[in-house]
């Protein structure tokens, strides 16, 4: 894993790097919260690798698109970062489109599941 320097010295850096880098140097502080709930760093970047796992068992990775669809929460930024770290791109679908368009804009990404 890189470190911090590293990281904000190159051309290029995965953003869960550097959650797994905060994970790492202050892994009691809270990461994220919403109503009633909250994760450590640490909580944030172990559910990230469970996440990660899951979308790998779907065949996610490089080249490969993830379509999700949620609203603002833990568990939708959780599968977000799982997907950057599974290497996928992730097809973030509008909770206000109706279900044609999302059809339409799913089989437009070519994401592998939903």
Do not use: Q
């Not at 502080?29 to 068992?57: K, Q």
Request: net charge negative.
């Amino acid at each position: 894993m890189p470190d911090i320097d590293t990281i904000t010295r190159s051309d290029f850096a995965v953003l869960t790097d550097l959650f797994r880098i905060h994970a790492e140097e202050r892994p009691d502080t809270i990461a994220l919260a919403d109503e009633g709930s909250s994760l450590t760093w640490r909580m944030f970047d172990d559910h990230i690798d469970r996440a990660a796992a899951h979308f790998h068992h779907l065949g996610a990775g490089p080249g490969k698109v993830i379509a999700l669809l949620g609203h603002n929460s833990l568990d939708y930024a959780i599968a977000y970062a799982g997907v950057i770290r599974a290497g996928a791109a992730a097809a973030l679908l509008p909770n206000s489109a109706t279900a044609e368009t999302l059809d339409l804009m799913i089989r437009d990404s070519g994401a592998l599941c939903v």
